[in-house]
């Protein structure tokens, strides 16, 4: 599945842009908050998180990028979050904060740095719904794609297995489009969050979808 993150989107005319989006197929949006700390650089708090689950009813992925995330996740629930995934390395109490995640009421997920390893987090498996291995170091759109971090798939799926979490859905994030998305399938990706791809590319936000989509149609 291709998620169009709406960091590149044009905040200007965000429902617009997510409807585009959405009227080429799109089912899934992530939203990327960042607090300056855990990433150099600041992008969409609860207002725009407001104003996203205003603008559409599909599903929607919030990325916190966020140091010590425990302290935001009531209010991205509250503001319309069906995801929350928070980062290994900006946690202290991971396991707390994955557990709080579903009692919210909301589907959970784990994201991991280019740099960190797989096995970081074979100790929560069973409490995330999704694992993001982010393929760029976070923090920015329009970067590239970091190859290396491909291989993690396979690991996190074979800790998966290990343990019999057969559903866990495997995301990747940064530098995705036509020409690595394909490779992104392969690997076992089955979520992947283009940003610059959907809302810069060449076409229109519906025409750059679609041949998104069309990139990754035999891994479908
Ligand atoms: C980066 C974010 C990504 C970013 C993707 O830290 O997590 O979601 O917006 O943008 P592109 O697809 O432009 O790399």
Redesign the pocket.
Known sequence: MIAP?V??ADYARLGEHVREAEEAGARWF?L?VMDGRF?PNLAAGLPVAKALRASTEAFIDA?L?VHEPGRFLAAFADAGADLITIHQEASLHLHRDLVEIRQLGCRSGVAINPATPAETIGEVLHLVDLVLVMT?N??????RFIESALPKLDRVRDMAEARGLAGLRLQV????DVETAPRAAEAGADVL?????VFRGTGSVAQNFRALEASVATHV
């Open positions: 993150s960091l590149a992530q990327d990433v990325h990028m760029v976070p923090g920015f759109g329009g970067q994030d940064g530098g995705v969050i283009a940003g610059s791809a």
